[in-house]
């Protein structure tokens, strides 16, 4: 966010939400099948978490583990406003 306002760049901030046990479903998933490139995993996620900040500026929030397409086309009236 920091080099958006530096530069003047238009910004929209989305913060997917995901239960911890469904986070861990798919990352367990995503690893027995190969699915990915990245190396992050459980143990990854668990470390990261902790380290979680409020988001306190302005953002949407997306529940990933809901249906999406309400948000998605608020994410795309916020892009389209910002043009």
Do not use: C, F
């Not at 530069?7 to 690893?31: C, F, G, H």
């Not at 995993?41 to 997306?62: A, D, F, R």
């Amino acid at each position: 966010m920091k080099i958006a306002e530096e530069t003047d760049a238009k910004s929209i901030i989305i913060y997917m939400e995901t239960p911890r046990e469904v986070a861990q479903n798919r990352l367990t998933k995503r690893i027995a099948e190969r699915e990915s490139y990245s190396d992050a995993n459980w143990e990854v996620y668990q470390m990261l978490e902790g380290k979680y900040e409020p988001i306190k500026s302005s953002h949407l929030t997306v529940k990933s583990h809901m249906d999406i397409s309400p948000v998605i086309d608020r994410i795309v009236s916020e892009v389209n406003r910002l043009k």
